[in-house]
């Protein structure tokens, strides 16, 4: 098999476990991907679910996608949508956002199933103190097909010939995946990084085993075949590599390290703004 398995590392927050899969030591970033979070599944009980406080980012563009369950977001822009399955919400962070992300009340009521990827996409040098943007792309907007009992969604950029209306500042490739038993598919081989994520089930790549919740690291120029042997879930992610290295330091990403020190103090001073609707404050990590 041409290519590198890794095994995230497994954060609990409280009966909700969420698998980094990068920042690794074997892979910083992926493209222009230099964050990618597995969350779930989980169940929660009546009155339970997500909670993520309203939080700062900089440099970076947030990507979430769900195949179970629903998030509420917020942020400092003045926008209020809930994500469900299939959709995709890009929030462009650029000079400044905060935003929060919980699951709705009315999905408190029973019971809140929740199971997607979360990832945070670098900016590109010149666009890092771009303007802060929200974009909610609804599930039947997005490219979509079924291939040999394959069915492929295109999150952002480009993959098998198709281009989602996500806006990207790089060359960006991130699909999402339902493969049937049985299914083949050979990756698309158009990104120079690439990597493949499986949430759920068992599959091969090139007749070797992987791991379910692994991350693999795809040679580049190669062309493997992904087989399922069971019901998958998976996502494939890269793009272009990065045009330089990032610091990374709790939720800011920028190319220099005094910006993030800036970012510091400007959360510190309240000049990110506030979120209407939810007010709570979260101090700076001590580390």
Same mark, same amino acid.
């Given at each position: 098999?041409?290519?590198?398995?890794?095994?995230?590392?497994?954060?609990?927050?409280?009966?909700?476990?969420?698998? %980094?899969?990068?920042?690794?030591?074997?892979?910083?970033?992926?493209?222009?991907?230099?964050?990618?979070?597995?969350?779930?599944?989980?169940?929660?009980?009546?009155?339970?679910?997500?909670?993520?406080?309203?939080?700062?980012?900089?440099?970076?563009?947030?990507?979430?996608?769900?195949?179970?369950?629903?998030?509420?977001?917020?942020?400092?822009?003045?926008?209020?949508?809930?994500?469900?399955?299939?959709?995709?919400?890009?929030?462009?962070?650029?000079?400044?956002?905060?935003?929060?992300?919980?699951?709705?009340?009315?999905?408190?009521?029973?019971?809140?199933?929740?199971?997607?990827?979360?990832?945070?996409?670098?900016?590109?040098?010149?666009?890092?103190?771009?303007?802060?943007?929200?974009?909610?792309?609804?599930?039947?907007?997005?490219?979509?097909?079924?291939?040999?009992?394959?069915?492929?969604?295109?999150?952002?950029?480009?993959?098998?010939?198709?281009?989602?209306?996500?806006?990207?500042?790089?060359?960006?490739?991130?699909?999402?995946?339902?493969?049937?038993?049985?299914?083949?598919?050979?990756?698309?081989?158009?990104?120079?990084?690439?990597?493949?994520?499986?949430?759920?089930?068992?599959?091969?790549?090139?007749?070797?085993?992987?791991?379910? %919740?692994?991350?693999?690291?795809?040679? %580049?120029?190669?062309?493997?075949?992904?087989?399922?042997?069971?019901?998958?879930?998976?996502?494939?992610?890269?793009?272009?590599?990065?045009?330089?290295?990032?610091?990374?330091?709790?939720?800011?990403?920028?190319?220099?390290?005094?910006?993030?020190?800036?970012?510091?103090?400007?959360?510190?001073?309240?000049?990110?703004?506030?979120?209407?609707?939810?007010?709570?404050?979260?101090?700076?990590?001590?580390?």
């Amino acid at each position: 098999m041409t290519a590198t398995v890794i095994a995230p590392r497994v954060h609990d927050l409280g009966g909700f476990q969420v698998r %980094r899969a990068v920042p690794t030591l074997q892979a910083r970033s992926v493209g222009p991907f230099v964050f990618v979070d597995h969350m779930g599944p989980a169940d929660f009980a009546a009155g339970q679910g997500v909670d993520v406080r309203p939080h700062p980012h900089i440099g970076l563009a947030t990507v979430t996608f769900l195949w179970d369950g629903a998030i509420g977001h917020r942020d400092t822009l003045g926008s209020d949508t809930i994500i469900r399955p299939g959709d995709v919400n890009w929030m462009t962070a650029g000079r400044g956002i905060a935003h929060s992300e919980r699951t709705p009340a009315l999905e408190r009521v029973d019971h809140a199933p929740l199971h997607g990827m979360q990832t945070w996409v670098a900016l590109p040098k010149p666009d890092e103190e771009t303007a802060p943007e929200f974009h909610h792309h609804a599930a039947d907007t997005l490219p979509h097909w079924e291939q040999h009992g394959a069915r492929l969604r295109v999150i952002a950029g480009r993959a098998w010939g198709h281009e989602s209306p996500v806006r990207v500042f790089a060359e960006t490739f991130n699909v999402a995946m339902d493969l049937q038993p049985e299914a083949e598919l050979a990756i698309d081989d158009s990104a120079v990084e690439r990597a493949l994520y499986i949430l759920e089930g068992e599959a091969q790549l090139d007749g070797a085993d992987i791991p379910a %919740r692994h991350l693999v690291t795809l040679d %580049r120029g190669t062309r493997p075949i992904l087989r399922a042997t069971t019901p998958i879930k998976a996502m494939l992610l890269g793009g272009e590599p990065l045009d330089g290295p990032r610091h990374l330091w709790w939720n800011f990403v920028s190319s220099s390290k005094e910006r993030i020190e800036q970012a510091k103090q400007d959360w510190l001073e309240g000049r990110f703004g506030t979120i209407t609707g939810d007010p709570e404050f979260i101090p700076l990590p001590d580390h």
